[in-house]
């Protein structure tokens, strides 16, 4: 059995264990912490634009009647699970898969695609009711409901404040995978597609 004393350490007398594995929970941490954060923006997205409803002189318009609106709330719905889901799943310590990695990795990018649509999407929308379109003589429509453009903008705001909380986590769990393990098919290596490219 080995004593502490006789553990590897660096140059500094430190124990390269005791900081990788220190090193390792902090991570978790901030990943964790990363994949929280989305939860509480996306319910809040969402719930602002379920309210959103408006009736006037003019008429009467609800998040319903428009269909990009409808799928910001699904959207958020679905990130917003995924959040919990995947934050309960990177809390608990467990050692690193392949298939796990790919799993956390592919989904990562699945829902940051989802959730980046959906904020586009009614961004264009937003920006129709805003400022109109001449061309196919759309007339601004927030000069009447003014309020109902009001809460759409926070809800669609919100949304991109959770797209860059996904582009991270899509970014470190690319970095993991692809850090942590080879390419899965034997071709794919660098050495195969140098031989490929430049053949003798």
């Known amino acids: 059995m080995m004593k502490s004393e006789d553990k590897p350490r660096n140059d500094t ?4 264990g005791e900081v990788m594995g220190s090193l390792s929970n902090t991570m978790r941490t901030a990943e964790t912490l990363l994949r929280v954060v989305p939860i509480g923006l996306c319910l809040a997205a969402l719930l602002v634009m379920l309210k959103n409803t408006q009736e006037n002189d003019y008429g009467s318009v609800s ?6 609106f409808t799928y910001l709330v699904y ?15 990177t809390a608990v310590p467990r050692p690193s898969t392949m298939s796990r990695a790919w799993t956390i990795f592919f989904l990562d990018q699945i829902l940051t695609y989802v959730i980046l649509a959906a904020g586009t ?29 009001k809460r759409a903008t926070a809800s669609i705001t919100i ?17 993991r995978l692809f850090s942590s393990f080879d390419a899965p098919i034997p071709f794919l290596s660098s050495k195969a597609v140098e031989i490929a490219a430049f053949p003798r």
Do not use: H, P
Request: aromatic share 18%; net charge negative; glycine share 10%.
């Open 121 to 149: 999407v009614s961004a264009e929308i937003m920006y129709l009711a805003y400022n109109g379109d001449k061309d196919v003589t759309w007339s601004k429509q927030c000069g009447v409901f003014n309020g109902f453009c």
């Open 63 to 68: 998040y319903s009647n428009l269909g990009a």
């Open 75 to 89: 959207a958020n719905g679905i990130c917003a699970g995924y959040s919990f889901l995947s934050a309960f799943y």
């Open 159 to 175: 949304t991109f404040a959770s797209v860059a909380c996904y582009i991270l986590l899509s970014l470190l769990s690319s970095y």
């Open 13 to 16: 007398g430190v124990d390269e």
